[in-house]
């Protein structure tokens, strides 16, 4: 007998379980399919396991530092790395665990196997030569992403990698090219170099970290140059050439080619949706040439009762988005007309270092969108609680529509790079969703000493009035 649901779930990502567990909460008989395991590529081998590294590295920096604070070290740090990966993984497990805990105390019923949508929102399940078939009264594609590759770099797990397998390295290796200056390649580029890692960082555009405002992309350059890492953009990788120890990187500039000798290659130019994954045979689903599933502002697809959300669809690939949608959905299904996520205004967050946080417009895409603004900037040289923790490169840029008089008016987007920023930027993206002005948020009172009233400065400065500007 075919077991009924008011919503079942294919993928077990962020998307699939925030829709999940928020479904259940309101009432809702929620099933979920999941093919490896609940959490999906964030929890495993994405967002958690690569901020862990990279903490690590920010501890290794503090350690380094720590004779600016009078805190004599006797030896320069040593690091290993093994030890690092068991806490990094006692980390997922914990969270591996507390998430099934959830589910199942939400009463979510858990299925482990590929989940294949067929007509009549029929999802069958294999797993191991069996099949079992169930059936939702509406169905979340939640199916996520997969590393991109490139023609020339045969993943090998040995000097070549992508994320899934660089985040299980247990020693540095001296030599690497990181292909893809996107937040991904920018943060495995940082950990490295902090590491001990020599690192050439090959990117095909003219700037890294495109999307970023040419500011911020600007300002984490330099740091990165600073730091001794080499940089080389506007490239087209053309292949390499090696053995299980070492190979070299060839590459193109402007006609004129070039080599390196690495022990390890990063392939780190982005993710591609697993539009196809979930079967969808004799449904009206639609997947794009560049393997999305087709949705409208509401997240659903042109078969009736089914949805997609998460990296499987053409918004921004980050797993609070993918959260988001998941909610979206239920709110959708449950009659509420939510409204409609902007993927403009998401928060995003890089952990390089410099961290890297924004919401909102760029200066460059509110002008060409029509708005005339006026921008302010400030940098957190000049911020005490950055001199305190001995962090001070980095800026803060607000970018506010100019009215009619002259006069900055409402917050169009906030920029970020520098400490912790990726902490500091819920104030920033509250302003910009409430389509708050700079007065409105000018009157708030920030804490002193913080590195967040760096961003209260910026705004107050957009008044015509400020303290240090």
Not at 147 to 174: A, Y
Not at 297 to 309: H, I, P
Not at 375 to 394: F, L, P, Q, V
Request: glycine residues 12%.
């Amino acid at each position: 007998m075919t077991k009924n649901y008011d919503l079942v779930v294919i993928g077990g990502g962020p998307a699939g379980y925030a829709a999940a567990l928020y479904g259940s909460a309101a009432g809702l008989k929620v099933a979920i399919v999941e093919e490896n395991k609940i959490g999906g590529t964030c929890l495993h081998v994405g967002c958690i396991p690569a901020k862990e590294l990279l903490e690590t590295a920010s501890v290794l920096r503090s350690v380094r530092q720590a004779k600016d604070f009078g805190i004599a070290i006797s030896q320069d740090p040593v690091i290993d790395l093994s030890i690092s990966q068991n806490r990094k993984q006692t980390i997922i497990d914990q969270l591996f665990t507390g998430l099934n805990s959830l589910l199942a105390g939400r009463e979510v019923t858990i299925y482990s196997g590929t989940g294949l949508l067929g007509a009549n929102r029929k999802i069958e399940i294999q797993q191991n030569g069996e099949t079992e078939v169930i059936q939702g009264t509406n169905v979340l594609l939640a199916t996520g992403s997969t590393p991109r590759t490139i023609q020339g770099f045969e993943i090998d797990g040995k000097t070549v990698m992508t994320s899934d397998e660089f985040l299980s390295i247990e020693e540095t290796p001296d030599r690497v090219a990181v292909i893809g200056g996107g937040a991904i390649g920018c943060e495995f580029a940082s950990l490295l170099n902090d590491l001990g890692s020599s690192v050439t960082l090959l990117e095909s555009l003219d700037e890294i970290l495109p999307g970023c405002d040419k500011d911020i992309s600007t300002a984490v350059r330099r740091s990165f140059v600073k730091k001794g890492i080499d940089i080389q953009t506007g490239v087209q990788v053309e292949g390499h050439e090696g053995d299980a120890e070492k190979t070299t990187v060839s590459w193109s500039d402007k006609g004129e080619a070039n080599q390196r000798e690495v022990d390890l290659v990063v392939v780190a130019v982005g993710r591609k949706p697993n539009g196809h994954t979930a079967g969808l045979q004799d449904t009206e689903v639609v997947v794009d040439e560049k393997g999305f599933i087709e949705v409208d502002e509401k997240l659903r697809t042109k078969e009736q009762g089914v949805w997609a959300a998460g990296d499987v669809i053409n918004t921004p690939q980050l797993a609070h988005v993918g959260f988001a949608e998941g909610i979206f959905v239920v709110k959708e299904i449950l009659g509420e007309s939510p409204v409609s996520i902007d993927p403009s205004t998401v928060p995003w967050c890089i952990y390089c270092d410099p961290e890297v946080a924004f919401a909102g417009l760029t200066e460059e895409s509110a002008k060409t969108a029509g708005y005339k603004v006026t921008i302010s900037k400030h940098r957190y040289s000049g911020n005490g609680r950055a001199m305190i923790i001995g962090e001070t490169e980095g800026l803060v840029k607000v970018i506010a529509e100019t009215d009619e008089s002259g006069k900055a008016g409402r917050i169009l987007g906030v920029h970020m790079a520098g400490p912790l920023v990726t902490e500091q930027l819920g104030q920033a993206y509250l302003a910009v969703n409430l389509e708050a002005t700079v007065d409105e948020v000018a009157n708030h009172i920030q804490a002193h000493p913080t590195l967040s009233e760096l961003f209260g400065e910026t705004v107050m400065s957009l008044t015509g009035r400020s303290l240090h500007g």
